[in-house]
């Protein structure tokens, strides 16, 4: 939860809370059966941030997120190797401004 939590309270800092994410049914979410609270699932809500799971076995309804990660790596990570968190940083912000430019 740590961990998680670490990592996208400064994304929440940045870009400000949304009313959901879109989650698998895996650890640390819960598994989207009514009344399975985690850790990180409480301190989601308390922030007014709900978790919308996925069904389970079907893939299909994360195809967006597929979508995603597999643009992410044609664009990104097939051009060239990144041996830094830094090159991987600019290489993601200079591609996140052509897959979702700020209007």
Do not use: C
């Not at 939590?5 to 009514?34: F, K, M, S």
């Not at 997120?65 to 993601?92: C, I, M, P």
């Amino acid at each position: 939860m740590q961990t998680v939590r670490g990592r996208l309270e400064p994304i929440l800092r940045r870009h400000g809370l949304p009313l959901a994410i879109y989650t698998d049914n895996g650890n640390p979410w819960g598994t989207g059966v009514p009344n399975q609270w985690t850790r990180l699932r409480v301190w989601l809500l308390k922030l007014g941030i709900d978790l919308n799971h996925a069904r389970p076995y079907h893939p299909q309804g994360r195809g967006k997120n597929e979508r995603f990660h597999r643009s992410l790596k044609a664009e990104v990570f097939d051009f060239a190797a990144l041996a830094t968190h830094a090159q991987a940083q600019r290489a993601f912000d200079r591609w996140r401004d052509i897959y979702n430019p700020v209007s």
